[in-house]
């Protein structure tokens, strides 16, 4: 089969990923082998293969949220971000394996589904409708799952004023969620298709800073310079939830600008299965407007390139041929 391999972490200029021949995986004891039909891309794909996220072994294949069949059964299945935990941990007892120390990820701990094929833990993989093409299901599984913990975690009250900074797959999928659910969304972003792409979804406004007060905000921009300023624009008693896996340094905060009159700084760390089924039977029955933008399978660089320099609209995902 063919797979893409992160073979030395750096900026995808210096062509971190090599498109390899190996042998199909062998699915262990308690896995399933699955053929990839579409992978989407992530921005954490992006931290593997430019080294923001350190390798945990050496050539392993991206990709977290592939669509494919099981071999043997037919069975449509997602494969996400979350590959393995415990069970019995503190975290893991707690319903919080999303913390679990031992926990494993897909295309970093194993190869993932840039590749026609993958193994995974049958008990960690999500069943998925046939009636739906691949490439629209792929994006929520890591951009859909993720948003929708990070909307549970900021807070957001009832019908409440929502912040969302950077407005990549993730983003535009978790502002239709807040909106569905009664929300007014402001968006933050530099690119102006993204902000076009964010009013038409409903979007309250779309430009440089929020403008009025807000309740709740998402940091879906990897950038550690925008955390004060979204501190600053949240109302009293707001809760700034931070997505990603990775963020540039934070600079210092000034405590009454940034946080004194109760506003709250969070992370959002992977996601469990309960937010994972929770989240794919909430968009499977009310479908959200997903924006795709496909790359052949053999254009895995040039998508990640793309996503870099925040040239993709929407989610980008891979299809294979
Ligand atoms: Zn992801
Ligand atoms: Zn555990």
Do not use: K
């Amino acid at each position: 089969m063919r797979a893409w391999v992160v073979t030395e972490p750096g900026p995808m200029a210096s062509g971190p990923l090599e498109l390899v021949e190996r042998e199909v995986p062998e699915p262990g004891p308690g896995e399933v082998l699955v053929r990839v039909e579409a992978c989407g891309v992530c921005r954490t794909d992006l931290h593997l293969a430019e080294g923001d996220l350190r390798p945990r072994r050496p050539r392993t294949a991206p990709g977290h949220q592939a669509v494919g069949r099981v071999e043997g059964t037919g069975q449509r299945v997602g494969v996400a971000w979350l590959r393995s935990t415990c069970g019995t941990c503190r975290y893991c007892a707690r319903g919080m394996e999303n913390l679990c120390p031992s926990s494993t990820y897909t295309g970093w701990d194993a190869d993932g589904g840039f590749a026609e094929y993958l193994v995974a833990p049958s008990d960690y993989v999500y069943p998925l409708p046939d009636d739906v093409p691949a490439e629209r299901l792929a994006p929520l599984l890591c951009a859909g799952i993720i948003g929708y913990r990070a909307l549970a975690r900021c807070d957001l009250p009832p019908g409440g004023r929502l912040g969302i900074y950077g407005f990549g797959a993730s983003a535009h999928l978790t502002a239709q969620a807040a909106i569905a659910q009664g929300a007014t969304v402001h968006v933050a972003t530099r690119s102006p298709a993204s902000r076009r792409l964010a009013l038409e979804l409903g979007a309250a406004s779309a430009g440089d800073r929020p403008p009025e007060p807000l309740d709740s905000a998402i940091l879906f921009a990897p950038v550690g310079d925008l955390v004060p300023p979204a501190l600053e624009a949240l109302d009293r008693g707001g809760t700034l939830a931070i997505a990603g896996i990775h963020l540039t340094d934070v600079p210092a905060l000034d405590y009454d600008r940034h946080l004194f009159q109760e506003r709250t700084l969070r992370s959002v760390t992977a996601n469990t299965r309960a937010d994972g089924r929770a989240y794919l039977e909430l968009a499977l029955a009310h479908p959200p407007r997903v924006t795709i933008a496909p790359y052949p399978f053999e254009s895995a660089a040039r998508a990640l390139t793309d996503l870099a320099n925040d040239q993709v609209n929407g989610a980008a995902v891979l299809v294979m041929g």
